[in-house]
């Protein structure tokens, strides 16, 4: 195994127009459809940083901060902001752009993803992450805050 990785080694973008099939019924994106993107997304980050299987243990706060049309563009940016012994935190951010090329930040979703090992299918070790830039340390520190808020809302059962 790796014994670490950059930020950069398992950064996804990944872009979708918008079609009727995305659609709710008041005419903005379906927000299962953005859930749907935005695991994909952290799926696909999290196996380039551990090299293997994944799986979703948890998803922070959804909250849209605008809604996104037909036809926009949507652009989902997922990197890793966080690693424990097996478990890695993604960030995910959705931008929409709309026919001018106008993008706009329309979700920001921290999700946590466990490496599973390939035979046993439980729990493994993922490599460390190198920090190189403030970007780099400030995501890191705040995912130490996030994970220390996780872990006290699990004990209180929530």
């Known amino acids: 195994m790796v014994e670490s990785r950059l930020v950069s080694d398992s950064l996804t973008v990944q872009t979708y127009i918008l079609l009727p099939s995305h659609m709710n019924a008041s005419g903005s994106v379906f927000g299962g459809q953005l859930l749907s993107w935005i695991d994909m997304t952290a799926g696909i980050v999290a196996m380039r940083h551990a090299d293997r299987g994944v799986v979703t243990a948890s998803i922070d706060r959804l909250d849209f901060k605008e809604g996104a049309k037909l ?6 940016e997922g990197r890793i902001s966080w690693v424990g ?74």
């Not at 036809?71 to 989902?76: F, G, R």
């Not at 460390?128 to 220390?148: F, I, P, Y």
């Open 85 to 158: 012994k097996c478990s890695m935190e993604v960030r995910v951010d959705t931008y929409k752009e709309n026919k001018g090329g106008k993008k706009h930040l329309i979700n920001t979703a921290y999700l946590v993803m466990v490496a599973l090992d390939d035979e046993t299918h439980r729990p493994t070790p993922v490599p460390r992450l190198k920090l190189v830039s403030a970007e780099d340390l400030a995501e890191w520190e705040a995912g130490e805050k996030r994970v220390l808020l996780r872990r006290q809302r699990m004990a209180e059962g929530y």
């Open 71 to 76: 036809n926009d563009v949507i652009t989902l």
